[in-house]
């Protein structure tokens, strides 16, 4: 079959919904677009371990500790499911790995922002996980299987991330006058890297045609904002907290917020590597996967023994 | 900060089946890595059950699988289509007949 009617043939499958598995014929760029996507997702995860990891040890009490522990362990899970999905488009985990250590990949930038207080860790979960999951969801329905399997999964994992984060901010928020501050400066400090997860504003943002013509996504960075603004905006009512955005308005006639512009020189900034933790971030990867060398050699080592064990 | 991990290795693939509950039958949850079976069955359980999702995991080298083909989803299942009295709604039964 010639280029053209593979390539009819791929989109006529798309827009009858189906799904494009491993083996299935898919365009080349459809391939690069989704590589570069899942693992960018995948490192976001892995990363994203850091600024959390960074509080388990301070933890205000026991049962705070425990669910720490238990959210970050599932981000790492999330990290090797994305893996998973990406390898399956014909990429190994050692390259993947190489492309995150070599700063030649990227991940999420909501990571390169420090967690200075413990009230970041709940602003982080309420805020952070919450923008993700609106992504997630969406992503339950992309066009390529594995990629779409995973997220099933991630997001049935992801919803006790998003409770555990607001329950520390409503236990600080309905706190004493000092814990309601903290409540307060985390909020104003995630708000706004919370909006600019979803990515460039739909005019600006180069790879979104694609990703919508190839099922990848099937809403806008600009819907998706806006529907979180929608969702959230309530919940810091309730916490008794309030929006750093002067000019967030309802506007009845669409039935959701208006908002003030998000600070892309900031966005573009924290990308290029400027961000308060970008160094720090990926240096500690680094180091972590250097110190770990020697347990994947002893492992191959015993494997190789056990092997020759069994074949003589 | 350049590391090249080329002399690295993260062991082998295995495709995960995960059983969740008994006598249901086993249903692929995903892939990891180890160097060897006990790795990749331990691995299989901390990766794909962590909230009791499973009785039983079967892991399986991924390279040791195989599959047919989706070019020839044609030729490759074509020969059922046309066996219509494989299907119970091919036969006619009597009025007055049950419990068949
Ligand atoms: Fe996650
Ligand atoms: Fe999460």
């Known amino acids: ?312 | 900060m350049t590391m090249s991990t080329a002399q690295d290795t993260q062991g082998l693939l295995w495709e995960v089946f995960v059983q969740s509950k008994p006598g249901q039958p086993h249903k692929h949850s995903g892939s990891v890595h180890a160097h060897d079976k006990e790795m990749a069955l331990q691995n299989a359980r901390d990766l794909y059950c962590r909230r009791s999702e499973g009785t039983n995991i079967w892991v399986v080298p991924a390279s040791e699988i195989v599959a047919s083909s989706p070019e020839d989803i044609g030729s490759f299942f074509e020969p059922s289509n046309d066996k219509v009295y494989r299907h119970p709604t091919f036969y006619h039964v009597p009025e007055g007949i049950t419990h068949m």
């Open chain 1, 1 to 312: 079959m010639d280029q053209i009617k593979l390539e009819e043939n791929f989109q006529a499958k798309l827009d009858r919904n189906e799904m494009i598995e491993p083996k299935d014929w898919m365009p080349e760029n459809y391939r690069k677009h989704l590589i570069r996507q899942i693992s960018q997702h995948a490192h976001s995860e892995i990363i994203g371990m850091l600024p959390e990891g960074n509080w388990i040890t301070r933890a205000p009490s026991m049962r705070r500790k425990i669910v720490l522990l238990a959210k970050v362990q599932d981000e790492a899970g999330h990290g090797l499911y994305l893996y998973s999905a990406a390898e399956s488009m014909g990429i190994s985990r050692d390259e993947l790995l190489d492309q995150l250590h070599t700063g030649k990949a990227k991940y999420s930038s909501i990571f390169n922002y420090p967690t200075l207080t413990w009230s970041d860790i709940g602003a982080v979960g309420w805020l952070v996980d919450g923008a993700a999951i609106m992504n997630q969801v969406m992503l339950q329905r992309t066009s390529y299987g594995p990629y779409a399997r995973a997220m099933v999964r991630i997001c049935k994992e992801e919803s006790f991330h998003q409770r555990q984060g607001f329950e520390i901010m409503q236990v600080l928020a309905k706190g004493t006058p000092e814990q309601k501050a903290m409540a307060q400066d985390s909020l104003n400090r995630w708000w706004w890297p919370s909006l600019m997860m979803f990515g460039p504003a739909d005019d600006n943002s180069p790879n979104s045609a694609n990703a919508l013509k190839w099922k990848i996504k099937r809403e806008s960075n600009d819907q998706l904002r806006q529907r979180f603004v929608n969702q959230t905006v309530p919940q810091v009512e309730y916490l008794g907290l309030t929006v750093p955005d002067k000019d967030l308005k309802w506007n009845e006639e669409k039935k959701g917020y208006d908002f003030g512009e998000v600070n892309w020189e900031e966005f573009y900034n924290v990308i290029k590597g400027n961000g308060p933790c970008n160094k720090e971030r990926l240096s500690a990867k680094v180091q972590s996967h250097k110190d770990g060398a020697w347990v994947r050699e002893a492992a191959n080592a015993y494997a190789a023994k056990k092997n020759k064990v069994a074949a003589a």
